[in-house]
């Protein structure tokens, strides 16, 4: 089955420890899109890659960071500098970064502080 | 930049009778423009996207949307609803950042289909 995977479904955070959500692709696809979402506020995109091995800052980058050594894998980092970190998880893909191309999504890592 | 706006957070409506969920748009050039479906808990998914062409887009599970050039307007349509398709409805758009075009999503609708 072709798709985007991502891992875990739950994840669980102490204070002040990292945390790396993944995501896989199997789609062949360039592009790769992280983003947040909380009740009533939408998609916030957080980081975003076009090609491997270069990734750019989305609108809320601060606490997170990000690497796309493979084309297939684009995991996230939640930093202990990410001060309100639980939120739902949301990794997405495209072919490219074209303007009339769909995205599609994995199922979602949903993050809780303890 | 291009974006969307969402007007309702909520849509409600009976089993059986038509539902629509209201997006406008402000972009430059040519507005390709696209709804996702979100159920709880989960990614969203595609529903179908709006290039050129056609004013009625037809998509996914019965699902269409109406392209309104001067009014701006994507609206999501579907002549008979079912208690199934309640969930989260984004419309969205690509953003020029840099060399590309990132999705950028409203805030979503949420829709209650009532038996």
């Known amino acids: 089955d072709g798709g985007i995977t991502q891992s875990p479904k739950y994840l669980f955070r102490k204070e002040g420890q990292n945390v790396t959500l993944s995501c896989e692709q199997n789609l062949n696809h360039d592009a790769m899109y992280w983003y947040r979402q909380d009740p009533g506020q939408g998609l916030r995109l957080i980081y975003y890659?076009?090609?491997?091995?270069?990734?750019q800052k989305g609108d809320i980058a601060e606490g997170y960071s990000v690497s796309r050594e493979k084309k297939e894998s684009f995991p996230l980092t939640v930093t202990s500098a990410q001060k309100n970190p639980t939120a739902f998880y949301l990794c997405?893909?495209?072919?490219?970064?074209?303007?009339?191309?769909?995205?599609?999504f994995g199922q979602g890592t949903r993050l809780t502080v303890v | 930049a291009q974006s969307v706006a969402q007007p309702e957070d909520q849509v409600n409506v009976a089993e059986g009778n038509p539902l629509t969920v209201k997006c406008t748009y402000s972009?430059?050039?040519?507005?390709?423009l696209f709804w996702y479906v979100q159920y709880p808990n989960r990614g969203l998914q595609f529903l179908l996207k709006?290039?050129?062409?056609?004013?009625l887009v037809k998509g996914s599970y019965g699902f269409e949307a109406e392209f309104n050039k001067s009014q701006t307007s994507f609206h999501l349509k579907k002549p008979s609803a079912l208690v199934s398709d309640s969930a989260l409805y984004f419309c969205?758009?690509?953003?020029?950042?840099?060399?590309?075009?990132?999705?950028?999503f409203g805030r979503g609708t949420s829709l209650i289909v009532h038996p």
């Open positions: 969205a758009v690509r953003d020029k950042a840099g060399g590309s075009y990132i999705p950028t």
């Open positions: 972009v430059s050039g040519n507005p390709y």
């Open positions: 709006y290039i050129t062409g056609d004013n």
């Open positions: 890659s076009q090609i491997v091995n270069d990734f």
């Open positions: 997405a893909s495209s072919l490219t970064g074209g303007v009339n191309t769909e995205a599609f």
